[in-house]
């Protein structure tokens, strides 16, 4: 890693009019001179780094960084021909990277790091909600107006030509979030069918990953051109599994329809689902994995443990009827024809816009 703290290495023979003495019996005939430099230890620096040790501070790179050059004689272990050679290069990264603040202006540097990372973070989540609820009203007042014929004729494209458009638009505005947060509202509108905004959002998948792309270009290291790589090829399968079988694509529509109709019931429904999705089914994975590392035979009694779990779950929620005890059969269907209903207006009024 270009971060990685660099390890020290100690040398045979390093000069004496420059260098404090190494063994100990030199040290006590010989006492401490301040003006000598510590030469018990040096550090080999990849190109890299030392890149980026000079682009947090020049003028500290250039005044505190000391140079091998005259002063380690006999190295145990050279340094590679690509790497720069630096007496103190460990004590420079813990000052400059591990203890050096990281917010270092602005109205939050007086709190520290952990306290101005939190009055930061909560000011731009309300920013961003605010600016969310401000994107639904504006969206609300413009496409129920004139853009409402335009929205509808769009939802007569082939569904590829709905994938393109997703991942052009993407690419222009360089964010899959503007793109979802813009297309959401208008399906709750009921200006987009659940059917097309699916094929957009997975072009917006594939359009967000030219950003990271770019960004991987600009550095053109190999690991920031294989993380963009795989970035890209996970969305562009992701898309191949989920996309060109109507037998597959009816799996996230009919998850989404189903989750919609939960959260139409149960205001707590999409906050359950962000815990569960984003924190609770990755921190298990996690744990597992750990769990596997340390004992493999733990790793598969606890992995069992949750199939099982997971597995009786599925039986009572489904053939048992645990599903109607959260939400009655004749709710589900009532929400299922709204839902049709809803997709057959949009069509019918593609028809008489054509």
């Known amino acids: 890693m270009s971060w990685g703290a660099p390890t020290a290495v100690a040398p045979a023979e390093v000069n004496s009019t420059s260098c404090r003495p190494l063994s100990s019996q030199s ?18 620096v ?21 140079g091998c050059d005259g002063h380690i004689l006999a190295p145990l272990q050279t340094c590679p021909s690509n790497e720069h050679c630096y007496l103190n290069a460990g004590a420079y990264f813990h000052h400059n990277v591990e203890a050096r603040p990281i917010i270092k202006g602005g109205f939050a540097a007086g709190a520290g790091d952990l306290g101005g990372g939190i009055v930061a973070l909560v000011l731009a989540l309300t920013v961003l909600v605010g600016g969310l609820f401000g ?9 129920m107006r004139k853009a409402k014929g335009v929205i509808v004729k769009a939802t007569k494209f082939n569904d590829y030509v709905a994938l393109l458009i997703g991942l052009v638009v993407t690419v222009s505005v360089q964010s ?38 770019l960004a991987a270009l ?36 009919g998850a989404a329809s189903l989750l919609g109709l939960y959260a139409s019931y149960y205001r707590a429904v999409p906050s359950c689902y962000i815990l569960v999705a984003f924190v609770l089914l990755p921190g298990t994975c996690l744990g597992v994995s750990s769990i596997f590392g340390a004992d493999l035979v733990a790793g598969v009694v606890v992995s069992l443990v949750i199939l099982g779990i997971f597995g009786a779950f599925e039986f009572w929620w489904i053939h048992r009827g645990g599903c109607y005890m959260v939400l009655s059969r004749d709710a589900r269907e009532e929400g299922k024809r709204r839902l049709e209903t809803a997709d057959r207006r949009i069509r019918g009024e593609s028809a008489e816009g054509a």
Do not use: Q
């Open 176 to 213: 899959s979030s503007v793109v979802t947060s813009a297309l959401t509202p208008l399906c709750g509108l009921g200006l987009l069918p659940l059917v097309k905004m699916l094929p957009m959002t997975l072009g917006a998948n594939i359009g967000t990953t030219v950003t990271a792309l």
């Open 27 to 44: 040290r006590v005939a010989h006492p401490l001179d301040r003006s000598l430099a510590d030469c018990s230890r040096f550090y080999c």
């Open 46 to 66: 990849s190109h890299e780094l030392d890149h980026n040790f000079k682009k947090i501070s020049e003028s500290a790179y250039k005044a505190e960084l000391v």
């Open 218 to 253: 600009s550095i053109f290291t190999h690991d920031a051109i294989h993380i963009a790589l795989c970035h890209l090829f996970f969305n562009i399968f992701g898309v191949l599994i989920w996309f060109p079988l109507p037998a597959m694509r009816r799996v996230p529509l």
């Open 135 to 143: 994107l639904v009203r504006l969206l609300h007042m413009l496409f």
